[in-house]
């Protein structure tokens, strides 16, 4: 994943393309025993195509080769220059326009308008909004599904009214910090649940077992997963 080191941490309207399924569509191209493998389950897919890098390293290198030679194909077709090109990936990437082309190798398809993307400070993880998506965020390390409620919230944050975003942002931390949802909290991790507490760090939390809120380090969860996006965002409408 290659971030865009010089554009604004917050940026507006941007389109995201990738090529779907697009290590499967290579294999079949290059006649690849595909055998036993549903193209349809994701996960399935992914796992058997793994495997099949681990023990074949020219395969391996024959997809990501590939991949990246199609996609910087789109790229120099549709005139695309580096200024708008914010994020790159193997099979994908999120520019600032429409493309014109987009079919003429193999197809890439267009996957979401982005309403915005904000990245954070050191550039190695983003979030995004969409009416069709909602929020996503990329390159958080232990993410779990609880966090995203709050993730949600940026949905309604009002980025063009600079004191109403600012009013928004601490109501936000506020309410993170006061709130009696304990699923926010509860990281799911090999179908094990973890909290972070505040005398004892990493604790397990097992089946039937009750805690207080009082235990947990809000804190902690606060600068592991939501400062970045928020500074990233003073930064920019300050």
């Keep these: 994943m290659n971030i865009n ?7 507006q309207d941007l389109y995201f393309y990738d090529i779907k399924s ?7 191209a290059a006649n690849f025993n595909l055998e036993g493998i549903d193209k349809d389950n994701k996960v ?3 796992i058997a195509l793994g495997m099949e890098q681990i023990d074949n390293p020219n395969f391996q290198k024959y997809l990501q080769e590939t991949s990246e030679s199609i996609i910087d194909y789109y790229l120099f077709e549709n005139r ?34 982005i309403n915005w993307f904000i990245m954070t400070t050191d550039r190695s993880k983003y979030m995004t909004i969409s009416d069709d998506v909602g929020v996503t965020v990329k390159g958080m390390p232990n993410q779990y ?16 009214h600079k004191k109403g975003l600012f009013k928004q942002l601490k109501n936000l931390k506020n309410d993170f910090f006061l709130s009696e949802d304990m699923d926010i909290f509860m990281i799911e991790k090999n179908k094990s649940k973890l909290i972070i507490s505040k005398r004892h760090g990493l604790l397990e939390i097992k089946e039937g077992v009750t805690f207080s809120g009082k235990t947990i380090d809000r804190q902690k969860y606060y600068d592991l997963y939501l400062r970045e996006f928020i ?5 920019q409408f300050y």
């Excluded at 695309?80 to 914010?86: L, Q």
């Design 145 to 160: 599904s609880g966090i995203q409620k709050i993730y949600e919230k940026f949905k309604d944050l009002n980025f063009y």
């Design 44 to 46: 399935e897919r992914n």
């Design 5 to 11: 080191q010089t554009c604004p941490l917050v940026l």
């Design 80 to 113: 695309i220059t580096d200024s708008e090109v914010i994020l790159k990936q193997r099979d994908g990437f999120i520019i600032t326009r429409l493309l014109d082309d987009n079919n003429s190798v193999m197809k890439l398809d267009f996957r979401e308008h």
């Design 22 to 28: 697009c290590y499967y569509q290579l294999s079949e």
């Design 231 to 235: 500074d990233s965002l003073i930064l």
